[in-house]
């Protein structure tokens, strides 16, 4: 995908809302210490919400192993969030998607967002929406025909993030422990 | 850090000596307490609670019940039926407010249910109606969640002119201050939050005043993020003092927008997670030592346990700076020590030691004036209107680092504010019923002077019985 330019005015929803106060780009192996503890604060955030979500010990080594893995892989998206002007080379977020073969259903090809993670002082201000009309558009290029969101079941903030920007729920996941 | 005037003695060892001579007093205290409590239960058994409804009007015969009950009365609920704002006037609504509880965090005692806390809704239910002759009725409840406790005191809201909440669990405590204040038409007020906050902010004006500062240009420390410091955050904020030199300290350290704990304070305190993101630390990280280096403020409302300010960190902060130790019953720094290790102005929660900081000052005058004005609500305006009038009401007197606050025995002050938050709420157009300052003043001090005069009629004519002398202690080995 082409970069991002930080004026990037989509234009649905949130009129009134200035440029956001981020940058999206590809993320590269050189970022990967200021996101992985961005991917683990959100997935200890995850614990919040169902002990079937706890967080193993070696999360660390998955995060980055996995990351990496995916920079390079061209069924994925990472994008890194800079901050802007005194904030412009500080990583505050990242997103990452993967592009998901349906077997059964069309379109075929998914786009599924599988992490969004911003710092708490650059949420808000049109800050989600941006990130997610960023990565939908990426996504879409790599031949996404729909966008889907995983995030865990109780996260009510999520929920209402993806709801009110048309998601609904598709595929239900219930688990129990054994 | 030198200190600023020469002295005989080292100030380390002063300090040391001072803070023995503190903890002997804080042991003498504890000894004062028990014995208090056990005086406590034998009063409580003898005069079998604390308060009691009395009849406002004659009762000639029982004829005159025709007039307050049946048939009379029907045409008194038709008239509110008509129009429901009368029940203001037809009834004792526009002086009659609840103390709900759950029991959830009653004193220092934390969570004892609604049962125990019943005695302290009555005391303060006393409190209510001696300094602000405001008719408070106990209600302690027993229910399972915030949602339950809302849709309770919302069910039992037409009855009343004002909700007091008091005694909840912090966080629970912001959202069903909030969620009331909005459902609503009376005011509701929590006074862990707002009355301790505005004890401390109007005592912080006149701290900032004495030491030649002012609340736009200090830089301020807040130790614990409690229901009381989360509010004065706010209100500090509302008053103009910058967000970047407002440093609020918990357990974890600095609250700074990147700490590791904000995902989850989002979810579970919102209100805390708000005041991290706009203060952001007052760009500082770490713990409490590094928040204190050339600050000139520190607001503690955190653990009752001598020390956990220490000299060193008052010997870190500014020159001549303010510190306000709020733990009860026992300060973070005992106050010796704290001036000893150079603090200009010294406040604390407790009535022993100069310049308490202490919500009777603050609660039965707000409800007085909110009461008076059939207020629909207590915007902070209306809060911050309370404490400055407060500060005024001191530096009538003449400020001095011992004089920062009026105490209980300067009554004169208590009318006033009722008042200013009167004439607020008129400000505000949330006032059912616009009086102007005069007549607020006036009904304040007629109303707020009146129970004095009823306990003395009571004691005369012997309905309310002398206080029995017997001493606990001797009544037990007997």
Known sequence: ?178 | MTQGSPSRVDPDRAARRKARRGAAAAARSEDRTDLLGERAIELSRYFGGKIETVPKVPVRSLEDFALWYTPGVAAVSRAIRADPERSFDLTGRWNTIAIVTDGSRVLGLGDIGPQAALPVMEGKALLFKVLGGVDAIPIPIQVGSADAFIATVEAMAPAFGGINLEDIASPKCFGILEELSKRLSIPVWHDDQLGTAAATVAGLLNALELTHRSVRTARTVLLGAGAANLVTARLLLALGHPARQLTLVDQKGVLHAEREDLDELELHNPWKYRIALATNGGNRTGDLAAALEGADVLVAASTPRPGTVRPEHVRAMAKDPVVFALANPLPEIWPEVARAAGAAVVATGRSDFPNQVNNSLIFPAVFRGVLDARARSIPDEVVLAAARELARGAARKGLSADHLLPTMEEPEVFPRIAAAVGDTAVRLGIARRRLSHDEFLARARTLMGRPARLVRALARARLTPPMPRTLPRRRRTR
């Open chain 1, 1 to 178: 995908m082409s970069d991002h330019g930080e004026r990037g005015s989509r234009s649905s929803g949130s009129g009134d809302a200035p440029s956001p106060p981020i940058h999206l780009r590809p993320a590269r192996e050189a970022d990967l210490p200021s996101i992985v503890p961005l991917l683990l604060r959100l997935k200890r955030l995850n614990e919040e919400f169902d002990p079937l979500l706890k967080v193993r010990d070696d999360a660390e080594q998955q995060a980055r192993a996995i990351l990496k893995a995916d920079i390079a892989n061209p069924k994925a998206i990472v994008l890194a969030a800079e901050g802007v002007g005194a904030d412009r080379d500080k990583v505050v977020g990242f997103v990452r998607a993967h592009i998901r073969e349906r077997a059964f259903y069309a379109p075929e090809h998914e786009g599924v967002i599988l992490d969004i993670y911003l710092l708490p002082l650059y949420r808000r201000r049109g800050v989600g929406e941006f990130v997610l009309g960023e990565i939908t558009t990426a996504l879409k290029a790599k031949g996404a025909g729909i966008v889907t969101a995983e995030f865990p079941a109780q996260n009510e903030i999520a929920n209402r993030f993806y709801t009110k920007r048309g998601f609904r729920p598709i595929t239900a996941v219930q688990a129990r422990s054994l």
